[in-house]
Protein backbone atom coordinates (compact mmCIF):
# COMPACT_ATOMS: atom_id res chain seq x y z
CA UNK A 1 0.00 0.00 0.00
CA UNK A 2 1.42 3.42 -0.44
CA UNK A 3 1.60 6.01 2.03
CA UNK A 4 -2.24 7.30 2.36
CA UNK A 5 -2.66 10.68 1.43
CA UNK A 6 -6.89 10.63 1.82
CA UNK A 7 -9.66 9.44 4.43
CA UNK A 8 -13.00 8.62 3.11
CA UNK A 9 -15.82 8.70 6.08
CA UNK A 10 -19.12 6.74 5.93
CA UNK A 11 -21.41 9.06 7.47
CA UNK A 12 -24.57 7.92 9.20
CA UNK A 13 -23.14 5.46 12.21
CA UNK A 14 -19.42 6.53 11.19
CA UNK A 15 -18.80 9.65 12.08
CA UNK A 16 -22.13 10.58 13.66
CA UNK A 17 -24.12 8.67 15.81
CA UNK A 18 -27.60 8.90 14.13
CA UNK A 19 -29.27 5.01 13.67
CA UNK A 20 -30.95 5.70 16.60
CA UNK A 21 -32.19 9.02 15.24
CA UNK A 22 -33.28 8.05 12.04
CA UNK A 23 -34.90 5.05 13.70
CA UNK A 24 -36.66 7.62 15.82
CA UNK A 25 -37.96 9.23 12.55
CA UNK A 26 -39.24 6.18 10.70
CA UNK A 27 -41.22 5.21 13.95
CA UNK A 28 -42.50 8.89 13.93
CA UNK A 29 -43.19 8.92 10.12
CA UNK A 30 -44.96 5.46 10.43
CA UNK A 31 -47.31 6.03 13.14
CA UNK A 32 -50.11 7.47 11.71
CA UNK A 33 -49.72 4.38 9.13
CA UNK A 34 -50.20 2.12 12.51
CA UNK A 35 -46.60 0.92 11.82
CA UNK A 36 -43.94 0.69 14.86
CA UNK A 37 -40.41 -1.02 14.06
CA UNK A 38 -38.54 -2.53 16.92
CA UNK A 39 -34.80 -1.51 17.49
CA UNK A 40 -33.77 -4.52 16.69
CA UNK A 41 -35.22 -5.13 13.71
CA UNK A 42 -34.01 -1.73 12.57
CA UNK A 43 -30.69 -2.63 13.29
CA UNK A 44 -30.83 -5.62 11.46
CA UNK A 45 -32.75 -5.17 8.71
CA UNK A 46 -32.86 -1.75 7.72
CA UNK A 47 -29.78 0.70 9.45
CA UNK A 48 -27.15 1.42 6.56
CA UNK A 49 -29.39 0.58 3.87
CA UNK A 50 -31.11 4.31 1.89
CA UNK A 51 -33.92 5.62 2.76
CA UNK A 52 -35.52 4.88 -0.98
CA UNK A 53 -34.73 1.56 -0.69
CA UNK A 54 -36.07 0.56 2.85
CA UNK A 55 -39.08 2.81 2.25
CA UNK A 56 -40.09 0.45 -0.27
CA UNK A 57 -38.96 -2.42 1.47
CA UNK A 58 -41.61 -0.84 4.51
CA UNK A 59 -44.35 -0.18 2.55
CA UNK A 60 -44.19 -3.91 0.58
CA UNK A 61 -43.82 -5.72 3.81
CA UNK A 62 -46.39 -3.78 5.62
CA UNK A 63 -49.03 -3.72 2.97
CA UNK A 64 -49.29 0.51 3.17
CA UNK A 65 -51.46 1.99 0.60
CA UNK A 66 -49.54 4.95 -0.62
CA UNK A 67 -47.53 6.52 -3.93
CA UNK A 68 -43.86 5.44 -3.11
CA UNK A 69 -42.49 8.33 -4.30
CA UNK A 70 -44.54 10.56 -2.41
CA UNK A 71 -43.89 8.64 0.64
CA UNK A 72 -40.88 8.90 -0.03
CA UNK A 73 -40.36 12.70 -0.51
CA UNK A 74 -42.21 12.85 2.63
CA UNK A 75 -39.64 10.87 5.13
CA UNK A 76 -37.01 13.00 3.44
CA UNK A 77 -38.69 16.58 4.32
CA UNK A 78 -38.79 14.84 7.99
CA UNK A 79 -35.49 13.75 8.26
CA UNK A 80 -34.46 17.17 6.72
CA UNK A 81 -36.36 18.89 9.36
CA UNK A 82 -34.97 17.07 11.97
CA UNK A 83 -31.38 17.90 10.89
CA UNK A 84 -32.10 21.16 10.86
CA UNK A 85 -33.36 21.38 14.25
CA UNK A 86 -31.61 18.84 16.04
CA UNK A 87 -27.77 18.35 17.40
CA UNK A 88 -26.44 14.59 16.14
CA UNK A 89 -24.23 12.84 18.41
CA UNK A 90 -20.40 12.23 17.25
CA UNK A 91 -19.24 8.69 17.17
CA UNK A 92 -16.74 7.91 19.91
CA UNK A 93 -13.49 9.67 19.07
CA UNK A 94 -14.59 10.94 15.99
CA UNK A 95 -13.78 13.94 16.09
CA UNK A 96 -10.35 13.51 17.87
CA UNK A 97 -9.61 11.46 14.91
CA UNK A 98 -10.76 13.94 12.45
CA UNK A 99 -8.35 16.91 13.67
CA UNK A 100 -5.68 14.51 13.94
CA UNK A 101 -5.22 13.71 10.57
CA UNK A 102 -6.17 17.08 9.16
CA UNK A 103 -3.35 18.24 11.12
CA UNK A 104 -1.33 15.89 9.95
CA UNK A 105 -2.56 16.98 6.05
CA UNK A 106 -4.58 14.54 5.26
CA UNK A 107 -7.38 15.14 2.96
CA UNK A 108 -10.65 13.95 4.13
CA UNK A 109 -13.86 13.70 2.39
CA UNK A 110 -17.44 12.28 3.40
CA UNK A 111 -19.15 9.41 0.86
CA UNK A 112 -22.88 9.11 2.54
CA UNK A 113 -26.15 7.03 1.07
CA UNK A 114 -27.73 10.53 2.19
CA UNK A 115 -28.91 13.28 0.43
CA UNK A 116 -26.87 16.24 0.03
CA UNK A 117 -29.69 18.78 1.94
CA UNK A 118 -29.32 16.37 5.02
CA UNK A 119 -25.39 16.17 5.04
CA UNK A 120 -25.47 20.33 4.47
CA UNK A 121 -28.05 20.30 7.52
CA UNK A 122 -25.66 18.16 9.75
CA UNK A 123 -22.61 19.88 8.87
CA UNK A 124 -23.97 23.18 9.55
CA UNK A 125 -24.85 22.38 12.69
CA UNK A 126 -21.86 20.35 14.06
CA UNK A 127 -19.21 23.04 12.80
CA UNK A 128 -17.16 20.40 11.15
CA UNK A 129 -17.65 21.25 7.31
CA UNK A 130 -14.39 22.71 7.59
CA UNK A 131 -11.92 19.70 8.15
CA UNK A 132 -13.74 18.16 4.93
CA UNK A 133 -12.22 18.73 1.47
CA UNK A 134 -15.36 16.98 -0.47
CA UNK A 135 -18.62 15.28 0.02
CA UNK A 136 -20.07 12.77 -2.42
CA UNK A 137 -23.94 12.18 -1.64
CA UNK A 138 -26.50 10.30 -2.92
CA UNK A 139 -27.66 13.08 -4.79
CA UNK A 140 -24.23 12.83 -6.41
CA UNK A 141 -24.66 9.53 -7.95
CA UNK A 142 -27.21 6.73 -10.02
CA UNK A 143 -26.69 4.13 -7.93
CA UNK A 144 -26.29 4.03 -3.85
CA UNK A 145 -23.82 1.44 -1.74
CA UNK A 146 -23.18 -1.57 -1.94
CA UNK A 147 -22.58 -0.28 -5.39
CA UNK A 148 -19.14 1.02 -5.58
CA UNK A 149 -20.08 4.11 -7.52
CA UNK A 150 -19.98 6.90 -4.90
CA UNK A 151 -16.25 5.26 -3.81
CA UNK A 152 -15.08 5.99 -7.55
CA UNK A 153 -16.31 8.93 -8.20
CA UNK A 154 -14.78 10.21 -4.78
CA UNK A 155 -11.91 9.10 -5.79
CA UNK A 156 -11.87 10.63 -9.38
CA UNK A 157 -12.77 13.61 -8.00
CA UNK A 158 -9.53 13.65 -5.82
CA UNK A 159 -7.80 13.08 -8.12
CA UNK A 160 -5.53 10.12 -5.86
CA UNK A 161 -5.07 7.21 -6.49
CA UNK A 162 -7.08 3.94 -4.92
CA UNK A 163 -4.22 2.83 -2.67
CA UNK A 164 -3.88 6.27 -1.04
CA UNK A 165 -6.80 6.14 -0.21
CA UNK A 166 -8.45 4.85 2.76
CA UNK A 167 -12.06 4.36 3.57
CA UNK A 168 -13.96 4.43 7.18
CA UNK A 169 -17.34 1.99 7.23
CA UNK A 170 -19.38 0.88 9.60
CA UNK A 171 -22.21 -1.08 7.51
CA UNK A 172 -21.57 -4.33 5.34
CA UNK A 173 -23.28 -2.49 2.41
CA UNK A 174 -20.93 0.59 3.17
CA UNK A 175 -17.65 -1.91 3.57
CA UNK A 176 -18.73 -4.05 -0.02
CA UNK A 177 -19.26 -0.83 -1.79
CA UNK A 178 -15.56 0.39 -0.84
CA UNK A 179 -14.17 -2.97 -1.84
CA UNK A 180 -15.95 -3.30 -4.71
CA UNK A 181 -14.18 0.00 -6.03
CA UNK A 182 -11.01 -1.77 -4.71
CA UNK A 183 -10.18 0.53 -1.90
CA UNK A 184 -8.91 -0.58 1.65
CA UNK A 185 -11.80 -0.51 3.94
CA UNK A 186 -11.79 -0.47 7.91
CA UNK A 187 -14.92 -1.13 9.36
CA UNK A 188 -15.14 0.99 13.01
CA UNK A 189 -18.45 -0.76 14.76
CA UNK A 190 -18.53 -1.06 18.71
CA UNK A 191 -21.42 -2.95 18.36
CA UNK A 192 -19.32 -6.58 18.57
CA UNK A 193 -22.63 -8.54 17.36
CA UNK A 194 -22.04 -6.71 13.79
CA UNK A 195 -18.61 -7.94 14.14
CA UNK A 196 -18.79 -11.58 12.39
CA UNK A 197 -20.68 -9.68 9.29
CA UNK A 198 -17.98 -7.14 9.21
CA UNK A 199 -14.95 -9.51 8.80
CA UNK A 200 -15.19 -8.95 5.60
CA UNK A 201 -13.56 -5.56 5.80
CA UNK A 202 -9.37 -5.03 5.83
CA UNK A 203 -9.03 -4.63 9.64
CA UNK A 204 -11.94 -4.06 11.99
CA UNK A 205 -11.88 -1.76 14.86
CA UNK A 206 -14.42 -0.89 18.01
CA UNK A 207 -13.55 2.46 18.10
CA UNK A 208 -11.74 5.64 15.76
CA UNK A 209 -9.31 5.53 18.49
CA UNK A 210 -8.43 1.93 18.30
CA UNK A 211 -8.08 2.52 14.33
CA UNK A 212 -5.81 6.03 14.86
CA UNK A 213 -3.16 3.78 16.75
CA UNK A 214 -2.99 0.99 14.30
CA UNK A 215 -2.32 3.94 11.70
CA UNK A 216 -0.40 5.03 13.31
CA UNK A 217 1.74 2.32 14.74
CA UNK A 218 1.68 0.67 10.99
CA UNK A 219 2.77 4.07 9.79
CA UNK A 220 0.53 4.71 6.86
CA UNK A 221 0.69 8.09 6.57
Not at 131 to 137: E, M, Q, R
Not at 180 to 209: M, P, W
Request: aromatic letters at 12%; proline letters at 3%; charged letters at 25%.
Amino acid sequence: MSKIKALLFDLDGTLIDSEKFHFDCWNEFLHPYGVTLELKDWLTNYAGIPLPQNAKTLVERYKIDTDLADFIAKREQLTYEEFKTKDITLMPFALEFVQFFYEKGLTLAVVTASPRVDVEAVFERNGLAKYFKLFITRTDVNKSKPDPESYNVCVERLGLQKDECLVFEDTVNGVKSAMAAGITCYAIQNNVRAHLKLKIADELFLSFANAKEFIVQQQLI
